[in-house]
């Protein structure tokens, strides 16, 4: 009776443990603004990190993604790591080798700021903003399956026929003699016993 109770637990332990692994991360950013000028496009926000899961041998990779149809492209990661995986990616220069922004996780840090730049493409205007966020271990394994999160539409090109300026134009009077004047004063002033 007790190995039949043992198998059933077990097997509602491997059913249990999955799921909750899968449990999504949801991270909403605030202040999100896209912008673009003639050639490039800027974004910034502000990502909430305080939800994140945490240890120090685990890291969070947080990879905003611009998607539209089958074009994508993924911009600079912001990695928001434990303890031991912090001082592990400093020492190897991670950083700057992937090109990513590196925090150190900690209890006051509660949101991170996020900024970056890519050149614009037409495919862009009407795309989609995303945040893939990921959980790495200390071997950078990924520990839970990859989380994306919808924030925004891109639309990066306004519509032509949304404004359409109107001109008004008021004629002169017509003059019958033209005649135009000027008049200038100018004015010496020498005063007596000074020097200036």
Known sequence: MNKILL???SAAALFIAPSALALPV?????????????????????????????????????????KNGSDSLELPAVVVAGRSRYYQALRYNIPAKK???LYHQSSTLTEVPYEAKTPYQKWMNGAQLSLRVQYKGCCGDELEPITIVPITRIELEGNPE????????????AEAVKQR????QAYIDFPVNKTV
């Open 181 to 184: 004047e000027l008049r200038g």
């Open 99 to 101: 090109g990513i922004t």
């Open 7 to 9: 198998n059933i637990i």
């Open 26 to 66: 949801y991270v909403q950013p605030k202040d999100v603004k896209v912008e673009k000028t003639e050639s490039t496009v800027y974004v910034s926000t502000q990502i909430p990190v305080s939800d994140l899961k945490r240890g120090t041998t685990r890291e969070a990779w947080i990879t905003p993604i611009i």
């Open 162 to 173: 949304r404004f359409k300026p109107t001109f008004n134009w008021i004629a002169p009077q």
